[in-house]
């Protein structure tokens, strides 16, 4: 038989397309699985815990109730973020992840036993969200560490994105289960959900194989890395945007209170109705993740103008207080927040060395991450005192400072644009991500 051949010789055989990666690669499929779980957990835990001290559990405090909460949540994240480190670098990454899924677990188990028994004192409840987010924060940046154990050097920059990409999935459909889990099981059922999922995560884990990690060549005398003051000294541009977000930060986090105290209070809603707008919020983050590098400017200008748009989103449902404009602002919210965490970090990508940007971003997103606690504390304390509504408008306004400030700063130091053909940043997805890892993320961070 002869070989087919075309004007310039023989037809190559068309190349076969690869299966994804998930479906050729087991240890990396397990430990993918495991992450999903445990971040739907932790973002189901959170969302459902809230909803419960606003309409079942505190009748004076709920909103200083549900911001503590939050901030109890938060914590890990900013203040574990050196332990953290030196844990990942020093012991077996399955060894952490099947550990932090196990203990997590364990917390959830003890919960959802206790609460089944009895009524769940809500120092219980709290001391769970602090151990699930604490759990957490190790077990995300450990997964991230190690998906170079897990697959060829080929397949990492595909392995890197499809992590990425699925963090806000995982997210969204806790968010969605959270609410509607207590109203109709309660903090028993919402947490024996958690500690099967949990649970399932750490059997994944410890069912995978992981390579061993290449020892860091230090032996052709490359410099280490800097301190952040060192990075930072030589970046005033990137200082004066980090300085920007965490101010923004403190109005856009705060959502996540609002959020149970407006369904409670001027939707006349229940666990659906928080459900349906942590899902609005949740999806126009993930659309804003993948559509973010298409936004025209410079990345200063196009920042501006999306901060401008989400002061103007999260203002409006205090002026119309409806369940479609409400739910339709969220969207709007969260897609410039996924829109605008993608750019800056594309921006950071090309701005800080190669040898400072593990230090960099670890510390980027702790210094963020400080907002969060404060966030979740003013808005909840101030939840109690002033209506949802009247708090919507406060952060709305919160943010045109930082509008103002991002502006003035990108017509002043234009930022550099990436060079025709290359590639800006990371693969676009939520990453980053909330301090817990499953929320959308705070903006400026890794979106």
């Known amino acids: 038989m002869t070989a087919v051949s075309g004007p310039t010789g023989p037809l190559a055989p068309a190349p076969r397309r690869r299966a994804p990666l998930v479906l050729r690669n087991r240890a990396f499929a397990a430990v993918w699985l495991g992450q999903v779980l445990t971040q739907a957990a932790v973002r189901m835990f959170q969302v459902g815990v809230s909803w419960w001290l606003v309409a079942h559990a505190v009748r004076d405090s709920p909103g200083l109730a549900s911001g503590l909460f939050m901030a109890v949540c938060t914590l890990p994240a900013v203040a574990l973020a050196p332990v953290v480190a030196r844990a990942v670098a020093r012991f077996a990454h399955r060894s952490v992840l099947r550990t932090a899924a196990a203990l997590a677990a364990t917390a959830s188990g003890v919960l959802a036993l ?118 930072l000294g030589e970046l005033p ?17 705060a959502v996540f209170v609002v959020i149970p105290l407006y369904t409670r209070s001027v939707l006349h809603g229940g666990g659906g109705t928080v459900a349906l707008l942590e899902a609005s919020l949740g999806a126009g983050a993930l659309i804003g993740a993948f559509t973010g590098t298409r936004v025209p400017g410079r990345p200063t200008v196009a920042g501006a103008w999306c901060l401008a748009l989400m002061a103007a989103a999260l203002a409006l449902p205090g002026l119309l207080p409806l369940r479609p404009v409400m739910a339709g602002c969220l969207m709007v919210a969260g897609w410039c927040a996924g829109a605008v965490s993608v750019r800056f970090v594309a921006l950071f990508q090309r701005l800080v060395p190669a040898a400072d940007k593990p230090g960099f971003f670890a510390v980027m997103q702790a210094v963020l991450g400080a907002s969060l606690p404060v966030a979740s504390l003013v808005f909840g304390f101030a939840g109690d005192f002033l209506s949802p509504r009247t708090l919507c408008l406060v952060q709305g306004v919160g943010l045109l400072p930082a509008v103002c400030a991002l502006a003035l700063l990108g017509s002043r130091t234009p930022a550099p644009d990436p060079e025709p053909g290359t590639t800006a940043g990371p693969e676009p997805g939520p990453a980053a991500e909330p301090a817990a890892g499953a929320a959308p993320e705070p903006v400026g961070g890794t979106a």
Do not use: K, M
């Not at 990137?238 to 930060?249: D, G, K, Q, Y």
């Open 237 to 253: 541009h990137v200082r004066r945007i980090l300085v920007c977000f965490t101010a923004a930060n403190l109005f856009t986090a």
């Open 114 to 231: 206790w609460a089944y028994g009895d009524g769940p004192a809500l120092a219980a409840v709290y001391a769970a969200g602090l151990a699930l987010a604490t759990c957490q924060a190790f077990f995300d940046p450990c997964l991230t560490t190690s998906v170079p154990e897990l697959v060829d050097d080929t397949d990492i920059e595909a392995a890197t994105g499809f992590e990425l990409s699925t963090q806000s999935l995982a997210g969204l459909g806790g968010a969605l289960l959270g609410a509607l889990a207590v109203d109709r099981a309660g903090v028993a059922g919402l947490a024996a959900g958690c500690a099967a999922a949990y649970a399932g995560a750490a059997l994944l884990v410890a069912s995978a194989r992981f390579r061993g990690a290449a020892a860091p060549d230090g032996s052709h005398g490359a410099p280490g890395p800097r301190a952040l003051r060192s990075i």
